[in-house]
């Protein structure tokens, strides 16, 4: 393939991936409940979801607007989590205190659901992720492309066909092992 259809190739490639993510973000956020927040904090993802209603309006004024009006943000959501505090209660509007929850933690990431009556379904549920667990997995397809990439220039470099690594030095014009359109890398 000329060099001008791989590149126009992989361009269109790289825009079809980046439309198929917006797709599918779009796509998962549809099964969502309204009041779901992602934000980072100290490094981590964390993934709130909450019930409708008034508890979820003020803890989406509290910590996770542009500007939380009486508290630190989420930073502060995440130390009070962490400390056992359930974040939202209010004695107010709950009779009964809420019964203790706990933040599970397997392999760095962070789990809760808080209920504050007996049955309910919770009240909300509150992940964190590190972000290395999640880059990682992210970083493999780029390195694959990388690699490939550095290997295709050395083959030519050693005047090999990019392809398939035969010698091309005796040879012109074509591969004759995989017949790709190969010149030989000047001596």
Known sequence: MPAMGRRLSNVLTLLSCVLLLIVSVQWVRSYLPDHVWFTWVEGRLMVVIMRDGQSAEELSNAYF????????????????LRAGQPVGYHPRTA???????????????????????GNDPPRYRVVT????????????????????????????????CAACGYDLRATAGRCPECGSNAAPAAA
């Open 65 to 80: 607007d542009k500007t939380p009006t009486t508290t630190g943000g989420p930073r502060s959501f995440l130390r009070q």
């Open 95 to 117: 009779t009964p205190p809420p019964p203790p929850f706990v933040l599970h933690r397997v392999l760095g990431i962070e789990a809760a659901a808080v209920y504050y009556f």
């Open 129 to 160: 992720i590190p972000a290395p667990y999640l880059a990682l997995p992210l970083a493999v397809l780029p390195a694959v492309w990388v690699a490939r990439g550095l290997r295709r220039r050395r083959r030519e470099r050693a005047g090999r």
